[in-house]
């Protein structure tokens, strides 16, 4: 009873998407990706109740490509030595249906976090350095996964708009900005 409760409401586990009840399968390419970016997208397809499979048995798929990961000094103490980082990860995704058809056009995605750096902690600066490249790992497989339900949000929408006769064009607000 609780978790129908819960359900009803909107609510769900970290991590989880709600994705259309009858995506039962999605591919995702990685080119020139990690094996732990890949990991990522294989975990939320599992939680989401995904099968991932190959791209000629999907419905959709997901490319993702151009991973960038660099770490780049923020401030320098008065010794010389780094004081803060500034990690960046960054992908390159694009989704498109079985038949072909573009949902999404290859587009980038970025994220970056700052931390602090401690001569006198390096170790665990550096787990937390690590444990910082897994969250943003992590979120950007789940803007990926939200723009992709987005899209096909989009898509049935516009599929639904397309099927009925008296479809009117979207109206759209002119702003005039004054000289």
């Known amino acids: 009873m609780l978790a129908f409760i819960l359900n009803a409401c909107g609510w769900h586990l970290r991590g ?12 995702v390419i990685n080119n020139g990706v990690s094996s732990a970016l890949d990991a990522e997208f294989s975990k939320a397809l599992k939680q989401n109740n995904i099968e991932r499979v190959s791209p000629t048995e999907a419905s959709y798929t997901i490319t993702v490509s151009d991973e960038y990961d660099n770490r780049r000094t923020l401030s320098v103490g008065t010794s010389g030595l780094a004081t803060q980082y500034e990690l960046t990860l960054e ?19 970025r994220m970056n976090r700052n931390y602090d750096f401690d001569q ?13 490249r897994e969250t943003m790992r992590r979120e950007l497989v789940q803007q990926v996964m939200r723009r992709f339900r987005y899209a096909l949000l989009g898509s049935s929408t516009q599929s639904s708009e397309s099927s009925s006769p008296n479809t009117q064009p979207p109206q759209t607000e002119s702003l005039d900005t004054p000289n």
């Open 120 to 132: 006198q902690n390096i170790a665990g600066k550096a787990q937390e350095e690590q444990l910082l």
């Open 91 to 109: 992908i390159t995704y694009g989704i498109t249906k079985a038949d072909g058809t573009i949902l999404v056009e290859p587009e980038p995605l």
């Open 16 to 27: 989880s998407i709600a994705l259309p009840s009858d995506l039962r399968n999605l591919s």
